[in-house]
């Protein structure tokens, strides 16, 4: 062990996994795969579980869910689909993982993006012939664009970097570090999965007649006019969120730079605190408090306090960049 690292054990410090900006932004993905994937198995769990019970006839040629009829898909036929897709995303987002902590292990990740890939094209071209436009399809499109645009775009990077030798920085991190690190993840990955699912709104809103009424927070709008509200502050919110994670992937990985997040968090610790005053003087109490406002509270004084104690850090002992020398440590550093 270099004498970094043993000065950094006394310090309860860790080194952390080098990673290049390809590999943090694949774990990223992976990590949003891996939700979704964890709510598809749920999906076709409850749909297999509906069928074997006779809750639904499995022998049906026309599912009605949320309103929407599924023509020629038996629930039976349709839970062993959902399985697999989810199945499916599961393991790309566990082969994500790994690659993304080590590019060594990126080959059976891009081999299974590649494949996925060739499936839809051979799926697009089958359907082309039969005088059936697949691509268009909201489940192919978003899946095409998922493997064949990202994903695999993802894996090759890592093995370009891989073949030439580039190795990712790796940091030591002090505990506070550590902590803001992880809430910083957890908010690039939260703002990635509001950008989807406001992409999903969207589109369902926009297959509405324009002119129909929908309620939102008790205000009426139609649906033509909704579709732009969702998917412009949706996409906004995505977007500041994901600026503001990773401003504070970067202030805990180098504490000389988490002025800007200090500042963010401060101003936005300030607000909800100001909200939560305001929401108990006018209602008289905390009972009608949304809880909104206090976790908002919460996290942006935990996100202040992080940042106010990483920036007292000395620094030229902690959170320096080891160019790499973490390499052959342990994954399980963080």
Not at 89 to 98: K, Y
Not at 127 to 140: A, D, E, K, Q, R
Request: net charge neutral.
């Amino acid at each position: 062990m270099s004498l970094l690292h043993r000065a950094a054990g006394e310090r309860d410090e860790v080194t952390s996994v080098p990673q290049t900006p390809a590999q943090v932004t694949l774990g990223v993905v992976s990590a949003v795969m891996a939700i979704l994937g964890g709510v598809v198995l749920l999906a076709g769990g409850l749909v297999l579980f509906a069928a074997i019970t006779g809750q639904v006839d499995a022998s049906d040629s026309g599912l009605a869910i949320a309103g929407v009829t599924l023509s020629g898909w038996s629930p039976m036929g349709l839970a062993i689909v959902t399985l697999a897709a989810g199945a499916l995303l599961c393991a790309t987002a566990w082969l994500g993982f790994a690659a993304s902590r080590d590019s060594g292990r990126v080959g059976p990740y891009r081999f299974l993006c590649y494949l996925v890939g060739l499936v839809l094209l051979v799926a697009i071209l089958w359907s082309w012939g039969s005088g059936t436009i697949l691509i268009f399809n909201p489940i192919v499109l978003s899946t095409t664009i998922t493997y064949v645009v990202v994903c695999s775009s993802l894996a090759d990077r890592v093995q370009r970097e891989h073949d030439e030798g580039v190795c990712g920085e790796s940091f030591l991190l002090s505990g506070h570090q550590r902590a803001l690190r992880l809430i910083s993840q957890v908010m690039i990955v939260t703002a990635v999965l509001n950008a989807v699912i406001t992409l999903i709104v969207w589109y369902a809103v926009s297959q509405m007649d324009p002119t129909a009424q929908v309620t939102l927070a008790e205000a009426q709008y139609t649906a033509g006019r909704l579709s732009n509200i969702v998917l412009g502050w949706g996409l906004a919110s995505a977007a500041v969120n994901l600026l503001v994670g990773l401003l504070g992937l970067r202030g805990a990985n180098q504490p000389e730079k988490i002025r800007p997040f200090l500042w963010v968090s401060a101003i936005s610790f300030a607000y909800a605190a100001v909200q939560l005053v305001l929401g108990i003087v006018t209602s008289g109490g905390m009972g009608s408090v949304q809880s909104s406002s206090l976790t908002d509270a919460l996290f942006y004084g935990a996100c202040t306090y992080l940042s106010v104690k990483i920036r007292r850090q000395p620094q030229d002992r902690e959170g320096q960049a080891t160019g790499g020398e973490a390499e052959n440590q342990p994954f399980g550093a963080n």
